[in-house]
């Protein structure tokens, strides 16, 4: 199975590290888009290693590099399977709630078929996840019938605060995304 896993810039796209590493480790093929954001806090070289192929970071920069990956963004659409963002930022979130297509991972997450399931995995401090702009934007992305949203938790977060907003455990990330995988293919090994 072909995963597409965005990492936006939160404190736990760290944790997308060892989720990557666990999906190759069964059997999956992992590419990743990063935002700008989330390389301020792992480098993409990380998930270069871990997954075997180039990081996505900057759609329009690839295609004025190379004109013969100018499409880029569609060919990576349809070579997934299923698609994952973890950590979802705030940010990111209100991106994808929209249908802003302002950087790789939002116009990646566009781009791809119907056929795709797409997970998200919010993660942020508890207040901005209470904030009302977030819980409105969370609202409008569930409204697009598009989006599977696997909750956040509650424990210690970073930040000191103990309260909800913490990313889900990537034993849950790797299920939901292997479970995502067998309602569009049922019957279809979870790992080739
Ligand atoms: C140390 C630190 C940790 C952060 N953690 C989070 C987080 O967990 N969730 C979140 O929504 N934003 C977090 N932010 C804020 C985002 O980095 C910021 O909103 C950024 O613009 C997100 O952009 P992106 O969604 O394009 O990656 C954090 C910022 C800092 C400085």
Redesign the pocket.
Known sequence: MNVLIGV?????AYKAADLVSRLVGRGHGVRVVM????TRFVGPITFEALSGHPVMLDALATAAADPTSSVEHVAWAKWTDVALVA?M????LARLACGLAD?ALSTVMLALPARVPCLVAP???TA?WEHPAVVRNLRWLRELDRYEVIPPVSKRL?CGDVGMGGLADVDTLVDAVEAAAQRVSPGAPSAP
């Not at 936006?8 to 736990?12: E, K, L």
């Open positions: 936006s810039g939160g404190i736990a935002t700008a954001g989330a950590p930022t705030a940010n990111t950087d993660a942020m401090n901005m970073a």
